[in-house]
């Protein structure tokens, strides 16, 4: 129902009385969101519904005390465009493809946004038609749009093998919503050749790669949805490196002695690519002596013994190893003793009583408290 607006005005000592209907007719509805899915939250210092794509949301808008006939419309107002469309009055979609209403209540208007896209990101306006002007408080929410990062097959890295010595580029690239951080790690932890535990970048490039950055190298894309990781091998082929365990080795005549050299490599060199030389010749005899190799994760534990030692044995060993990226070589010398030396560690005295003390020490006290609960 109407207002009318009443204006008195005296004039010459004549009353005049003017009747005019009011543009204001009652107070303005009240409007607000009475539920959403998914559920309202603040991002970027706006209500805002996040949104995986491919997904539906709704916005339910509770219309109290509408005036009788007013509509309650829906609109959506574009950012980048800066444009706001119509998209429903009352339960009328002007779109139903994309657009759906319904009333779960008398008041109550839910607009369903249907399989949401990146271009439904904008704000979703709630608003009632009151005559020739709309109502001043309008109920909006933001949507976002977001999608789980992919990692793109076709321009990222797979499993490598290089040279020592070459140069490396890893690369990694994902789509998602919003556009993914690419960062990188090594998989088992540690310093990454561009140093720090983590790099964030689209590429990971290494100069002049070493036998030090063989590993797996992980690529993490993340974004607000979740993340992908891609684990990327980089295998790094060198010649063997040789260290010999201990460099000058004791022994008295008429004893065995065992010399040892660690070789790494890759690829690991075989027993066939494992041999011992003294001042230039292969050692041969099988009666003097006996080859033993051990091969661990990414290394081959190389053992000479040498039998019944005299002195013609005393002087420098070479340790050599090869495979298909070149050769490596290491000495050790066999050293004359007055007394016999063991190949084995051997226990100092001083260990050995006090570990005997220890044990004496336990046994005195489980004794006794045991002793003293059987007594009692």
Same mark, same amino acid.
């Given at each position: ?5 009443i @204006?008195?005005?005296?004039c010459?000592?004549?009353?005049? *009385? ?6 204001? =007719?009652?107070?303005? &509805?009240?409007? =607000? ?14 209500k ?17 005390k ?18 706001? #469309? ?31 896209? &990146? ?5 979703? @306006?709630c608003?009632?038609?009151l ?10 929410r933001?949507?976002?749009? #977001? ?6 097959? @076709?321009r ?19 789509h ?5 951080l ?5 998989a088992? !932890?540690?310093?990454?050749?561009s ?16 036998? $030090? ?8 894309? $993340? ?22 365990k ?11 002695? $065992? ?9 690991? &060199? %075989?027993?066939k ?12 005899? &099988? ?5 033993e ?18 002195t013609?044995?005393? !002087?420098r060993?070479?340790?050599?190893? $090869?495979?298909?990226? !070149? %050769?490596?070589e290491d ?5 004359? %003793?007055p007394?016999y ?19 004496i020490?336990? *046994?005195?006290?489980?004794? =006794? ?8």
């Amino acid at each position: 129902m109407p207002f009318f607006s009443i @204006i008195t005005i005296m004039c010459s000592g004549v009353l005049f *009385l003017f009747v005019f209907p009011s543009l204001v =007719y009652g107070a303005d &509805p009240t409007v =607000y969101l009475d539920q959403t899915y998914p559920h309202t939250t603040t991002y970027g210092g706006y209500k805002t519904l996040i949104v995986e794509k491919d997904k539906d949301a709704y916005l339910a808008c509770v219309v109290d005390k509408k005036p009788k006939g007013m509509p309650v419309q829906w609109l959506v107002h574009n950012y980048a465009t800066n444009t706001s #469309i119509p998209i429903s009055t009352d339960t009328d979609t002007h779109n139903a493809f994309k657009y759906q209403l319904d009333k779960p209540a008398t008041n109550s208007f839910r607009l369903k946004i249907q399989n949401v896209q &990146p271009s439904d990101e904008a704000l979703y @306006i709630c608003r009632v038609q009151l005559h020739s002007r709309y109502q001043a408080d309008n109920i909006s929410r933001f949507v976002k749009v #977001i999608q789980r990062p992919q990692i793109i097959d @076709i321009r990222t890295s797979s499993d490598m093998t290089k040279e020592e010595g070459d140069n490396v580029e890893l690369k990694c690239d994902a789509h998602g919503l919003p556009k993914p951080l690419i960062k990188w790690e090594l998989a088992g !932890g540690g310093t990454l050749p561009s140093g720090g535990r983590e790099l964030v970048a689209d590429k990971l490039i290494i100069e002049s790669v070493s036998r $030090e950055h063989k590993g797996v190298y992980k690529c993490i894309a $993340e974004n607000l949805s979740g993340k992908d990781v891609r684990r990327i091998l980089l295998n790094v082929l060198f010649p063997p490196r040789l260290t010999a365990k201990i460099v000058d080795v004791y022994q008295a005549i008429g004893y065995s002695r $065992e010399l040892k050299c660690e070789a790494t490599g890759n690829p690991i &060199p %075989s027993d066939k690519q494992l041999r011992w030389y003294r001042s230039g010749v292969a050692l041969s005899d &099988p009666d003097k002596y006996t080859y033993e190799n051990y091969i661990g994760s990414n290394y081959v534990l190389m053992k000479l013994i040498i039998r019944n030692v005299n002195t013609v044995d005393y !002087g420098r060993y070479t340790c050599y190893a $090869e495979n298909i990226q !070149g %050769s490596g070589e290491d000495s050790v010398y066999l050293r004359k %003793s007055p007394y016999y030396v063991s190949d084995r560690p051997v226990v100092s005295r001083a260990s050995f009583l006090y570990s005997g003390a220890t044990f004496i020490i336990v *046994l005195v006290t489980y004794a =006794y408290c045991f002793g003293s609960k059987s007594s009692v």
